[in-house]
């Protein structure tokens, strides 16, 4: 561990230790979206477990990096695309320091290490290798991600931030090519504590396959349409990875006796009886991850209050070094009027559960689309649209406008034509939503412009009288049911 790192970490240990100060912590939230449910019917409703990160002290207390920049080479990358690539990655190198570890691979047919796993000293060097780089042929992902993640174990510690970074503008074409290949390649590299990034260029590139493997592995997915957005992306992409404050999250649910968990909404999870468990490799600083789980709730009679779950996260603190555990509960009471049930609403937790069951939906219909149901999947998109519109009026939500213009926009371009693009934006949109990823705002904003330019609607809140709802998602309205 670096010196400066060490005398920090001391530093902090001992103000944990000192009476009435506490080193930083992740904040816990849990909640309900109506902590007050309608009395004598058994209904299903929601728990959301909210973690934020603690924002860090300064720039020097950040974690130290361990990252690979895996770059394609391949012919289909020659001109602007492989020197905006150039110029990214030259940039990323800028924001490292002395402490953190680098190393670059090339791939096309081949895989070549241009700059092995080693601490970031001479940038000049460095840049010069990045310059050096030319186009080639075949498009050997795999072996690429795999030989970024090898470079990576020569100094993976659990005191690092260890990310594969993955650029392609095209299809696996050599070796392991399939979705769910890659998707079992990102599982394996997430027990070790390496997340991967997978950023597509362009309109060629398999998004089922990119968004597969940052999704086992907990890292982001960015569609990148233009070359010209590659550095923006990258500074975006480096700023989370260099403002990680907690790892290996572990988030374990116990619902109460009665309370029956459905499913969990965005993240993978493992349900056994009474207990859920779902595992994140990361947090940042100031940004909140969070679970929604359904749950089934039995009939009770007015007045009473019951226990709904415990929670409890356990996570190493990237600040202080050390292990963290947390505990949390939430529980429901219950009545006969309807207006007490909607008074109790809780804001921010419905427009978290809104924006879950929306991209569930949303989807569902890029699955439908797949399968040549278009009218199917453009009725699925066009309810989903008018959903969270009236749940982001009701709710006052933007966000929830914006998500619902998206939606229409979604809906007008299942042609053959636009399709390939248009689902490039929506599995994008859904990796952002489902896993709440920070990185890439700038194509999010895009889709947000033209989705408003599309359908003729503009952002932001539309005027006219305020909805009084109890709010999706409500015990009895979930939004637009699956197919």
């Known amino acids: 561990m670096p010196l400066k790192r060490l005398l920090l970490v001391l530093l902090l240990g001992w103000v944990g230790g000192a009476p009435g100060l506490m080193a930083k912590q992740v904040a816990l939230e849990v909640s309900m979206p109506h902590p007050v449910l309608l009395a004598n019917q058994k209904q299903t409703t929601y728990l959301k477990v909210g973690m934020t990160g603690f924002r860090l002290a300064s720039k020097e207390a950040r974690p130290p990096v361990n990252v690979a920049i895996v770059m394609d080479r391949s012919g289909s990358m020659s001109g602007e695309k492989l020197d905006r690539a150039k110029d990214a990655a030259k940039e990323a190198i800028n924001r490292l320091s002395s402490q953190d570890i680098l190393s670059l691979v090339v791939y096309d047919s081949a895989v070549d290490v241009l700059v092995p796993a080693t601490k970031v000293g001479d940038k000049e060097s460095l840049r010069k290798r990045v310059d050096a780089i030319r186009s080639g042929h075949s498009t050997a992902l795999f072996a690429g991600v795999s030989k970024g993640a090898a470079e990576l174990r020569k100094f993976l510690e659990l005191e690092r931030v260890n990310r594969v970074i993955l650029l392609s503008d095209?299809?696996?074409?050599?070796?392991?090519?399939?979705?769910?290949?890659?998707?079992?390649?990102?599982?394996?590299?997430?027990?070790?504590?390496i997340s991967v990034t997978t950023i597509g260029l362009g309109l060629d590139y398999n998004e089922d396959l990119m968004a597969k493997l940052a999704?086992?592995?907990?890292?982001?997915?960015?569609?990148?349409?233009?070359?010209?957005?590659?550095?923006?992306?990258?500074?975006?992409?480096?700023?989370d990875i260099l403002s990680?404050?907690?790892q290996e999250i572990s988030?374990?649910?116990?619902?109460?006796?009665?309370?029956?968990p459905v499913r969990v909404l965005g993240w993978d999870a493992d349900i056994s009886g009474n207990e859920v468990l779902v595992p994140m490799n990361q947090i940042?600083?100031?940004?909140?991850?969070?679970?929604?789980?359904?749950?089934?709730?039995?009939?009770?009679?007015?007045?009473?209050?019951?226990?709904?779950?415990?929670?409890?996260?356990?996570?190493?603190?990237?600040?202080?070094?050390?292990?963290?555990?947390?505990?949390?509960a939430a529980g429901l009471s219950f009545s006969e009027s309807k207006q007490v049930v909607s008074n109790q609403l809780n804001r921010g937790v419905m427009i978290s559960c809104a924006t879950q069951i929306a991209t569930v939906n949303n989807a569902a219909a890029t699955r439908l689309r797949d399968e040549g149901k278009v009218e199917q999947a453009r009725r699925i998109l066009t309810d989903n649209s008018l959903y969270l519109?009236?749940?982001?009026?009701?709710?006052?939500?933007?966000?929830?406008?914006?998500?619902?213009?998206?939606?229409q926009s979604d809906a007008l371009n299942l042609d053959e034509k636009n399709w390939k693009r248009q689902r490039k934006m929506m599995r994008y949109s859904q990796q952002i939503n489902a896993k709440q990823q920070s990185s890439g705002n700038i194509n999010a904003r895009q889709v947000d412009e033209n989705a408003s330019s599309q359908t003729g609607l503009t952002q932001g809140r539309p005027s006219g009288s305020q909805q009084s709802v109890n709010g999706p998602p409500t015990p009895s309205s979930k939004g637009p049911k699956l197919p």
């Open 389 to 407: 519109q009236q749940t982001g009026r009701a709710l006052n939500s933007d966000f929830l406008l914006n998500y619902g213009f998206s939606n």
């Open 170 to 193: 095209g299809i696996a074409n050599q070796g392991p090519s399939s979705p769910s290949e890659l998707g079992e390649l990102g599982a394996s590299l997430i027990k070790e504590g």
């Open 244 to 246: 990680v404050v907690a």
């Open 251 to 260: 988030v374990r649910i116990m619902t109460a006796p009665g309370i029956r």
């Open 284 to 328: 940042y600083s100031d940004q909140e991850k969070y679970v929604i789980l359904e749950v089934e709730v039995p009939s009770t009679r007015a007045n009473e209050k019951i226990d709904v779950a415990t929670v409890e996260i356990a996570y190493t603190n990237m600040e202080t070094a050390s292990q963290d555990r947390l505990s949390g």
């Open 215 to 239: 999704d086992r592995s907990d890292g982001n997915h960015v569609f990148v349409e233009h070359p010209n957005q590659l550095v923006a992306v990258f500074n975006e992409e480096f700023g």
